[in-house]
């Protein structure tokens, strides 16, 4: 049976845009012909979860009901009552299934994972957790069964992201662009589609299968002479770091582009990351959904709460715990390996770091200019890159295997 | 008039500077206020004017210079 996995090969593309055709003339014109994406979209998602795939097919539509169910459920009793304990409650049921799959990948459950895991399961998640929360918040006051599934489901972001939010999300699937807006988001989208074939099927294939395996394999026969230490660890340090960004950006693009055809202006995902002066700044332009999820759902909600609790006195206090909670969560999240959780750590560590670094050079007027900016630039690209290679998980390989 | 005075006089606190002559400077695009601050912010204005400003309720583009969050202000207070 045919499977077709999301932007992996030039062929995906002619089929999607192909496809896109007839609601791009709609678009064009003023009108948004729904059934005929949400046709579409069911056709591609079905083709993501067919043939050898099918139990993950299987695991969405069951994930989907629950979700269905829950964020439902949850919107009828807040519309009632306000009870911690039932969000508490609720906000632990919709990420039970990820965490289920989670937990069971590195505990060898491959029964568990295999009946609950599907690519994705992250991303939709995210999804159907923040609306939890913000109806908690009381933003988001109805559900809309219909509205809540094309979110939910909506094709060209299914698998990785970009991550929407609901009500933005509404605002646009809800009306149509301007003919002028949408020429322009067009012309958007061809730019972002062959600026993604650079990224992704030229610079990211050389980095990540032509020279990545080479140098793994070279490091790692020198550091069997070495207890573990090899100067190859310098260049796949780089070459897996660079090739994380273009392997993802270049994926992000194509989404992105897609869903600017499909008229949705779904939010950008890197914003040159590498031209960071610290690494705050590197946080709002790298993997941009997710870490403003992060932002918004755990990190200032747990600063509200300790705040408004007044647990903690210390505002640098305060924040520095929400840091490290924050990006250990995140680590988690990217799976239970050592490597992971030491990735959130580091990043913790460093934005506490960094925060300290401000609050010294506001102290004590330190001078900056072009050059000290250049500095902080090439420091912070080496903090990150450093990070990414404790993330790829090789020095596992290297030290434990 | 003594909505926006009391904002302002929350924002200087918060951002440790006067801000009253920058009403319409983003101040997420200069740095001044971080999330952080932000919450700050929205707990002090909470408290002085016994508003509900949850944090999915701050959206970053409507509020994100001191005279927007006055507006905001002034609409949550009715």
Redesign the interface.
């Known amino acids: 049976m045919l499977n077709l996995q999301p932007y992996a090969d030039p062929q995906y593309f002619v089929y999607l845009l192909l496809a896109l055709v007839p609601l791009a003339v709609g678009l064009y014109f003023g009108k948004r012909i729904d059934w005929y994406e949400v046709i579409v979209s069911l056709v591609f998602i079905f083709l993501m979860f067919n043939g050898k795939k099918y139990h993950e097919g299987y695991a969405i539509i069951g994930f989907m009901i629950w979700q269905w169910l829950l964020v439902w459920g949850y919107t009828l009793y807040r519309k009632k009552s306000n009870n911690a304990l039932v969000f508490y409650f609720a906000t632990l049921l919709a990420i039970l299934p990820l965490v289920i799959v989670k937990v069971s990948a590195p505990a060898h459950w491959t029964h568990v994972s295999t009946l609950l895991g599907f690519l994705g399961i992250s991303y939709l998640t995210f999804r159907s957790t923040a609306m939890i929360?913000?109806t908690r918040?009381?933003?988001i006051k109805t559900f809309n069964p219909w509205l809540f599934l094309r979110f939910m489901l909506f094709m060209p972001s299914i698998s990785s992201g970009p991550i929407d939010r609901y009500r933005r999300f509404e605002k646009d699937i809800t009306s149509v662009p301007s003919r002028e807006k949408y020429v322009s988001m067009l012309e958007k989208a061809v730019w972002y589609f062959f600026l993604g074939f650079l990224y992704k099927f030229i610079i990211s294939h050389y980095l990540g299968e032509v020279w990545l395996p080479y140098i793994q394999a070279f490091a790692i026969d020198a550091a069997q002479v070495h207890h573990g230490w090899t100067w190859w660890l310098i260049p796949y340090m780089y070459t897996t770091g660079l090739n994380l960004f273009f392997d993802f950006a270049g994926y992000s693009l194509f989404a992105v582009a897609t869903s600017y055809v499909m008229g949705i202006e779904l939010p950008m995902n890197f914003d040159k990351p590498f031209l960071s002066k610290n690494l705050?700044e590197f946080w709002n332009r790298w993997h941009i959904t997710l870490s403003f999820w992060f932002?918004?759902y755990i990190?200032?909600?747990f600063?509200?709460l300790i705040?408004?609790k007044k647990w903690i006195k210390s505002?640098v206090t305060?924040?520095n715990i929400?840091y490290i909670f924050n990006m250990l969560v995140m680590g988690f999240w990217h799976g239970l390996h050592w490597y992971y959780i030491a990735y959130g750590l580091f990043h913790g560590v460093g934005l506490v770091i960094n925060d300290a670094w401000i609050r010294y050079k506001k102290k004590h007027n330190v001078p900056h200019n072009k050059w000290t900016d250049a500095i902080a630039i090439v420091i912070t690209f080496n903090v990150v890159m450093l990070s990414f290679l404790l993330f790829s998980g090789f020095l596992d390989t290297l030290w434990f295997k | 008039m003594a909505v926006k005075e009391e904002v302002i006089e929350i924002l200087n606190t918060i951002i440790g500077e006067d801000i009253s002559d920058q009403m319409d400077e983003d101040f997420f695009d200069n740095g001044l206020l971080?999330?952080?601050a932000?919450?700050?912010l929205?707990?002090d204005l909470e408290s002085k004017f016994d508003i509900?400003a949850?944090?999915?309720?701050?959206d970053r583009n409507e509020w994100n210079t001191p005279n927007k969050v006055v507006a905001k202000v002034e609409s949550l207070i009715g």
């Open positions: 929360l913000e918040d009381g933003s705050k932002r918004d990190f200032m909600r600063v509200f705040m408004k505002r305060t924040s929400a | 971080d999330s952080m932000t919450v700050e929205l707990l509900q949850p944090v999915s309720e701050f």
